[in-house]
């Protein structure tokens, strides 16, 4: 359950990252129109909106003696490595 909750939540600063580098770069549009940078951050927006949504049913749907984040130490990546 850590693990995805991390990864989800890195998922989440790099598409945050992204809207902003998005915004950075693109020209200014012209007044009441819509240009090609802002479709790309309305789908970022959305894809944050559902890993949090995703993080909160993951925590929510772990049984609460495990919900402890103290079992990230506790990790054995050649376990992870075999699988």
């Known amino acids: 359950m850590a693990i995805q909750l991390i990864f989800n939540g890195g998922l989440a600063l790099f598409f945050v990252y992204c809207y902003f580098y998005i915004d950075a770069i693109a020209p200014e549009p012209k007044p009441g129109t ?5 479709w790309p951050q309305m789908l970022l927006i ?3 909106i559902f890993l949090i949504a995703n993080m909160y049913k993951i925590y929510k749907s772990t049984p609460e003696e495990e919900r402890n984040l103290s079992s990230i130490t506790d990790i054995n990546f050649k376990e992870l490595y075999k699988n």
Do not use: E, S
């Open 46 to 48: 959305l894809l944050i």
């Open 34 to 38: 819509m240009d090609g940078a802002q």
